[in-house]
Each structure stands twice: as C-alpha cells, then as structure tokens.
C-alpha cells in the first residue's frame, strides 16, 4: 500500500484505523534525522527524546514532548473533543495535495518528507509546549455562575488568581464566544506567555522554525534561495538588530553574502554597511571569524549547516567537498554549559 | 568552509545532462547518482530487493534513465520494496524466467542473448507502483537480471 493510500484509509476509517495505524507504525521506517535514516516513528521519537536531553532539555520537559507528539501520531479519540491523529495525515494529505500533482511514486516520496517534517516539528513545539505548561497551572475561575478554565502562572498563588482576574479580565460574559480565549489572552499579555497551539502547528503552512520546510525547495531553486526565504520568513525570530531591517532587506542581505563569498572581493564590512548594520551585528548573524569548536557559531552558517546534515544527498557531498566535520561540529548539540 | 559550500551550491545548481547516456554515466557513480537526485528534487527512489525473504540488493531509481539493475537473479520467490516500506512487487521466478536456454527453447542461446533487444527477451513484462515503476525480467546464460525504471 502506498503512504498515500494508507493516510486516506486512516483520515476515512472508522471502524478498523487501529490495524491501518499499526500497520503504518510497524511497517513503514520513512522517518529521519541528520544522521539517521529510514526510521519507524518510535525510533524516531526515542532519537528526538535522546537528543534534546543531550541538548539540555528537562527529563519531565522530554517525556511530556514524547507524549504529546506520540499521541498526535497515534490517538484515536474516546470521545468528541479528544485529540486525534486522523487529523495530522489530513494535514500531510493537505500539503501533499498544494503541491503540483505528479505519479505515485514522487508522491510517496513526498508523503514521506511532510510527514518526517512534521513529526519533527511536533516534537520541537511539544517541548516548547511542555516548558511553557511547566511555569503555568489550570485555574478554574468560577465567575458569573458559571467557570473559566483558564493557565495562570506559578508565581500567582490561589487566592491571588482569583483577584487578579477580577482586576485586569474586565467584564465577563460567558455567553460571548470566545470569552476564555479573550480572558487567557490578557493573562498571556500580562504575564509575556508565548502560547503555542499543537493544533495549529500541525498544518505546517506558517513559517517553519527549522529548515525542513526550506528543504522541499532547496533542489528548485538551490541552497542561497531557500536559506534567504527561510530567514525572510522567520524574521520576527531573528535578533533584533537584522530583524530591523524587515524581511525584503534580510533576504536580500542573505543573497548578498552568498554571492559574495565566492569572489576574492569580499568584504564582510562593505555588506554590513551597505545594509545598515554595525560589525558586531553582521559578525554574529554571518562573520567568517569563528570555530565551528566554538558555540557561537553565527546564525547564517549555523542554518546552513542544519540544511546540509538533513539529507544523506547534501551529508555525502559535505563529505566529498571535506566539510563533512565542520558541517557535524556546527549541529551537533553540545550540552548547556558545555 | 565558506567557499567549499560556495563549490557545492554551484554544483547543486548545475543542470543535470540531457542527454541519457551522460546521465547514465553520471548515474553509475554513486557521488553523480546522488547528485542527480538532489538536482532534480525527490528525483531518486531507493528500491529494496529481497530474495525468499533476504535483501539481495538495493539501489536508486532515477527519473528517466535506463533504472536500476539487479544481475545474478536465480529462481525463488522476490519481493522489490521502496525504502518507505512500500511492497511494489512480488513474485515467483522460474528458470524458464531466468534462463535464455529455457526462456527461448530452440534457439541458439547466443543468438538469442544477441539479436533480441532487451525488451524483446524480457520474460517478465509489468508496471507497478501505479504505473510509475516499470520492471522487466531479462534472461541470461547463467541468471537472470532484473531491472526496474521510472517511467
């Protein structure tokens, strides 16, 4: 059966999805990581939990990550409301159908990359989603005869969340639509949560924080262009001084550098001028003096060396052109305070 | 690091070769198959051969060349799988699938293995994959030989 076939047997079922899921999870290794290849989900979720706690993340932090992105690849709902996995290969099957329509076998290739890309992705913002629940708590707020389950943070204790509410959520109508979102919005205002929905994050169609999603592009238009978008799109995330310069410029910017690497007339500090930028600034975002021994490896080499570890293709030619260490020092995670 | 980078990118960027014997020969290094794979996106299928149950052989099908080849098939069962665990193919090969002698009773074998194009002596003739995966069995003297072909 191909991929596609099982995704649409899974997103339709309704009786027999757990056979077609086990199926799935038993029998298809379409997962990956930078060094790792043809993977089933469990062995990539076990190689995503290993790697973050090399990388410093909590064990609780992990296990919660494990669980979530678990289940968003394999629970069915007991009842309405209840998370449901059907609804991450529909959105697989909904990228899978924005591309241009081909054969079953480029489709079964491309199944394969979203639903990796996804899984990773999960897996990132469940440990996002997992720090942030960390440093908050439920609260039921009983207001106006009725309740609001609402995340308050730790630092507020049980009788001062109640008179918080009452001060700062204004007047309360639980008959508004939308009034727990109105009221969790003004503690996240106030207190500076980011919240992350899993939910919407499964779409994959917003601005991606890795650079899977700058991969599906990279054989189109090639390594300078796809880094330049990916930047240009994540810009808000970008430090300040280049997230400045908005997203145009920072593509532009990107372009400029690469296209100026290869030629004997680079200069480092008549790009950062022609951009506005001060040499601190242009150092950490794309300086050429650092290690890749070094932690502080500047944001643009960094990016592009995830790009290349991501693909056995991109692994072998780093190999072949004998950047392969360099490229591996610059990903592989070093543990906090290393 | 920079400028290496720089030389892979302009490489990336090359066009791969029109035409199909380039391409083959490009293919038939593994450095050019991967390449050709990364240049046209997705481009490579990693087809897995398994013989009564053990793999026998792997290998890249790329878009529009002459495909991948398993030589030295003897009779038994094969199963020929994608890496993403997709089962394309299965089936039983008999020595008259394999064998030249046998595939073409009456014929001188070298005659046989000469004048008849490869499709013409293919035993085995079938599309999988919904159609997107060509495979042909082609006899020899002593094995087979199995080749599979985007199409």
Redesign the interface.
Known sequence: ???RFICELMVASRDNHHTVLSYFHN????FSTYDDH?LLFVQLIHRLAKDAAYDGWSQRDIDTAVSLTTDKFTRFPDKPGDLDCRKTFQAALDVLASKPST????Q???L??ILNALAHKQFSLSLREARRSGERTRYVWQISGGELRLLLPRSLSGVQRGEWLHRNAGSVDLSRTGERERVQGIVDAAFGAEPVSLDEAVGVSSAGDAPWRAL?????V???TCLADEKADTVERLRPSIRRLGADTVRALVHAI?EG??TTQYREGDIAAMFGLDAASFSRFAG?RWS?DSNRVPDL?CN?AKL?SA????I???Q????WE??QKVVTPRPIGS | MRRALTAIEQVLKEQPPKDTQAVQALADSTTGMELLALVGQEAGATVILRHNGRQVGRAVVLRGTAGATFAGIIPGRYHLSLSTGWNVWDQDLQAKDLLVGLAFPGEPIAAAAKTRSLDERATVVGTVADGALGIRVIPGRESGTIRCMWT
């Open positions: 059966m191909s991929l029998s298809r290794p379409i043809e054969d079953a076998l480029s079964e290739l491309a394969a990359s599906d592009r990279v054989g189109e090639g390594l300078a690469f690497i290869g050429s890749a080499w592009l290349l693909k056995p293709h991109f072998e030619l780093c072949d052109a004998g950047v360099s490229v």
